[in-house]
């Protein structure tokens, strides 16, 4: 069966410092990957996704980033965070085959910038 | 897709009652429309989907409406609990519905 990793589960940052959140996909090959983030009470954003190794679309400007350095493994990143990067970090994959629309998301990072 | 960035609406019921969450849509080359669930502090976790050419489907105490006449999607929760409480977000299926509309709160009453 598939899984998905997020990690960490919480982070406490302070402003202008880096960020490295990593997502990890098992038991698939090839998957759609995303970032979402949620601000608190409000919904999703999506914030970049990926179709292949190296090949990230980024919805959304903003001093954030993203990289697929392997096939099942997604990073988001940050030189510098802001008070606004603050959220609910969600990463997601979704099949390319058959029913590609389905969504599987994983267990979230909490974010606070402060 | 619809706004991602105003506060959720919310929806209060009474345990045990019907529920009924609804939902506008822009898109309408959705092929498929998905209704997620998401509790706090979890990712959203798939409920129920329906194609583009159905009017209803109906899953465990779950029926989604479809009306593309007027691009609308309901969720009807019958006896609804309290472990039925979360955000529920629908979408359009396909590379083009990855934007999450802002969801309804669900809250249940004892």
């Known amino acids: 069966s598939q899984t998905i990793h997020q990690w960490p589960a919480t982070l406490v940052q302070p402003v202008g410092s880096p960020l490295s959140l990593e997502c990890t996909v098992e038991?698939?090959?090839?998957?759609?990957l995303y970032w979402y983030r949620q601000a608190a009470g409000r919904g999703l954003q999506l914030l970049f996704y990926s179709v292949g190794i190296g090949q990230i679309s980024s919805e959304v400007p903003q001093n954030l980033s993203a990289s697929r350095p392997q096939d099942r493994q997604f990073i988001l990143s940050s030189k510098k965070l802001l008070l606004s990067d603050s959220g609910f970090y969600l990463c997601?994959?979704?099949?390319?085959?058959?029913?590609?629309?389905?969504?599987?998301f994983g267990p979230g990072t909490r974010l606070t910038v402060t | 897709g619809e706004s991602v960035g105003l506060h959720l609406p919310t929806l209060s019921v009474q345990e045990g009652d019907n529920s009924i969450i609804n939902c506008a849509y822009s898109?309408?080359?959705?092929?498929?429309f998905i209704w997620y669930k998401q509790e706090s502090g979890k990712g959203p976790q798939f409920i129920i989907d329906?194609?583009?050419?159905?009017d209803k489907r109906q899953g465990q105490r779950v029926t989604v409406l479809l009306n593309k006449t007027v691009k609308h999607l309901s969720l009807q929760i019958a006896a609804t609990q309290p472990g039925d409480s979360a955000v529920y977000f629908c979408?359009?299926?396909?590379?083009?519905?990855?934007?999450f509309g802002k969801g309804t709160h669900l809250i249940i009453q004892p």
């Open positions: 979408r359009g299926g396909g590379a083009d519905g990855l934007t």
């Open positions: 898109n309408s080359a959705s092929d498929y």
């Open positions: 997601a994959w979704s099949t390319r085959e058959g029913r590609g629309y389905e969504q599987y």
């Open positions: 038991g698939t090959s090839n998957p759609n």
């Open positions: 329906i194609r583009s050419n159905m």
